[in-house]
């Protein structure tokens, strides 16, 4: 089963929900995964303190110009939707950090004057945690633009996606990144927050899962802060509410410290373990409709 974490902004809360379940469930000896897919900024690997031993670089195939070769028809420029090669006075260029590497300049070159050679957007780490959770997470080069390749091949990576659970802690957003990761996700929880602003990014995240049909339900964290929008959001729309956590103190000054959820508060492993009874009871019904 994969069920992905994901939010309309960042600091909802995602982070803090996605390691609690993994350590919830590898506590009940479930075989878990847990991918870090926020590429920009991955921070899981705080809360659960995996062992990284694993580590691939994430390269994408960029074309390089013979300058000798080229004549400077432009055909390539013209192919290029992303503007990401151009002639400017008989010398062909590339910019790499636009170019999707999708190849149609060197196909497309009468001279065969370009070639492709491999660029790094970043690196993909992983290991095990004390627990047994298999961990793996992306880190996006410092500028570097193009996320989704980098998300792409972590799901991809090694026996990440062979787990009994897999979750995938999405990037905050709804983005072509978001989408990425959530892509091939069986279940989505929503994390958000009892404010006008949480609503906001609820109502853009549940769009997202809508398009790719994939159900999903909601996790209201810091409840109590503001008002009962997203509640009354959630019963129209059909959303079930899954859990809601409490602002506390002692969550915040733990999470804070970088301690897990479970670590600052145990009594929350029976809270996760009922919200994965209740994802599967959720899909059984989609399975039966
Ligand atoms: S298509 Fe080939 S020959 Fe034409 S400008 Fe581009 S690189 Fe040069
Ligand atoms: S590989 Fe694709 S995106 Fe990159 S420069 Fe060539 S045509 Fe443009």
Redesign the pocket.
Known sequence: MKIAIASGKGGTGKTTIATAFAQALSKERKSVSLLDCDVEGPNSHIFIQPELDQFEDVNM???SVDAEACTGCGK?AE???????VVIGGQTL??PE?????????LICPEKA?T?IPNRLGILEGGLSQEGIRFGHGILDIGEPMAVPVISKLKKWRDLMDAEVVLIDSPPGASCPVVESLRGADYIILVTEPTPFGLHDLRQAYKVTQELEIPAGVIINRAGIGDTGVEQYCEEMGLQILMQIPLEREIGHGIAQGKSLLDIKPEYENRFLQLHLQITEALSIVDRS
């Not at 192919?79 to 990401?84: E, G, K, R, S, T």
């Not at 170019?99 to 300049?105: D, I, P, R, V, Y």
């Open positions: 195939l960029i074309p390539c192919v290029c939707q992303f503007h990401a090669i590339v910019f636009m170019c999707h590497g999708c190849g149609s300049c060197t370009i492709e």
